[in-house]
């Protein structure tokens, strides 16, 4: 049985590997309700300076290449980065970085991800929204987009390791590893922002489509 920082260095393992790959499997995966969420972050009020967390291989950062006058991209592999880097986005920073380890070194408008609050485990929830808490500008919001427990349907099968939940993730030469996933329930994530001074908003995404993701955003709770 591995420990959670165990599972989260075999996750980090598995995206460096799966870097090249995830191109196509990204494009595949999101396309088809892209366009929802492009709406939805135009409409938003992204601009200025903006931190993206774990951009993968840069699926989202050309569009807020776009929108802001600079964008901060942090992911801890360096393999993804490189893919991000061909992009040859000319407003983008790259930094190599374990999230959960990183210290914001400045501070920005907007924290924006996608497909990566599935892969902190609980008990590095608390310590992550802090980090974010330091990343933001005074009247700063942290935009994000996940799966929902629907979304799981239509892949893998959930187990829990070291009391954490998890789901197996293949190469195409069939090399397994094992990730965090948690399929977080939207009331019951706003409800746990809330107790730590966070309010958030959180936008279906497709639902009619049958796919469960779900756009958030949080602003810390005025008093
Ligand atoms: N946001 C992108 C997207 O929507 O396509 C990529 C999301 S991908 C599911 C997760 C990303 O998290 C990968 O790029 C991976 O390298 C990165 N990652 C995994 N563990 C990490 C860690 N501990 N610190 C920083 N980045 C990490």
Do not use: C
Not at 11 to 32: C, G, H, L, T
Not at 89 to 102: C, E, G, I, K, S
Not at 107 to 119: C, E, G, N, P, T
Not at 191 to 200: E, I, K, R, V
């Amino acid at each position: 049985m591995r420990d959670v920082d165990q599972l989260l260095d075999e996750q980090q393992r598995f995206y460096s590997a799966k870097s090249e790959e995830y191109v196509d499997w990204i494009r595949n995966y999101m396309d088809p309700v892209r366009p929802h969420i492009e709406k939805l972050v135009h409409a938003s009020p992204l601009s200025g300076s903006i931190v993206e967390l774990a951009p993968g291989t840069g699926y989202w950062t050309e569009t807020l290449s776009d929108l802001a006058h600079d964008v901060t991209a942090v992911d801890g592999s360096r393999e993804m980065l490189d893919i991000v880097a061909r992009r040859k986005l000319p407003n983008v920073t790259l930094v190599q970085a374990d999230l959960f380890a990183w210290q914001p070194d400045r501070k920005w408008d907007y924290v924006f991800f996608v497909h990566w609050l599935a892969h902190v485990p609980i008990e590095k929830l608390p310590g992550f929204w802090k980090t974010l808490d330091q990343a933001l500008k005074p009247g700063g919001q942290v935009i994000f987009v996940d799966v929902t427990a629907e979304e799981q349907a239509i892949e893998e099968d959930v187990g829990v390791e070291s009391s954490v939940p998890v789901v197996t993730r293949s190469l195409d030469d069939g090399q397994k590893f094992t990730v965090v996933k948690t399929y977080w329930d939207p009331d019951e994530l706003i409800s746990l922002l809330s107790s730590w001074g966070w309010t958030a908003t959180a936008t279906p995404v497709a639902r009619n489509e049958g796919r469960g993701f779900v756009y958030y955003t949080v602003e810390r709770t005025r008093d």
